[in-house]
């Protein structure tokens, strides 16, 4: 299944980076939240996504939009990769890939590399925007930009 622009995103937990379980149902839908799926810490355009995520974090915050990042690392690549680059926002583990097949989130490269995908969920709980694109820097530009318009 892979979720659309109008869709309601489906309830899921994970381990945060701190190693407290992370419930949707917390956050989605009770404000407007950015959730981003990268391929792994620390890597160059999974580096750049989040720091421009950090760069313009107050936007957001004073938007009150919460970020959220899932990856497939686990909790101390996570701990490392928030402390190396003071990232402000959750990072969640999805060792097995069960929320990145939850959302429908395709793979890269013939399947060896995990896709980077971008959904902006209203107070709802519904996805508004899906942005598809390898280039980190480009999924906080735009985000930006559907918030300011």
């Known amino acids: 299944m892979t979720l659309k622009v109008g869709d309601r995103v489906p309830e899921f ?4 980076a701190t190693g407290k379980l ?5 956050h989605i839908g009770k404000k407007v939240v950015i959730i981003y799926f990268y391929p792994k810490d620390d890597t160059p355009q999974c ?4 720091c421009g995520f950090r ?15 899932i990856s497939a690392d686990d909790e101390s690549s ?15 583990s999805d060792p097995d890939n069960a929320i990145r097949n939850l959302f429908g989130v395709p793979s ?14 209203d107070k709802d709980g519904i996805i508004q925007e899906i942005f598809d694109n390898w280039i980190g820097k480009k999924h906080v530009a ?3 930009d559907k918030m300011i318009k």
Request: glycine share 4%; charged share 20%; hydrophobic share 45%.
């Open 22 to 26: 992370f419930e949707s149902q917390s």
């Open 55 to 69: 760069d313009h974090f107050s936007e957001f915050q004073n938007l009150d939009i919460e970020i959220i990042g």
């Open 47 to 50: 580096t750049a996504q989040a």
């Open 142 to 144: 735009r985000m930006l």
């Open 13 to 16: 937990s994970a381990v945060d």
């Open 108 to 121: 890269r490269l013939f399947g060896l590399l995990a896709g980077r995908v971008t959904y902006l969920v």
């Open 78 to 92: 996570h701990q490392k990769f928030i402390q190396k680059y003071n990232l402000p926002f959750v990072l969640l």
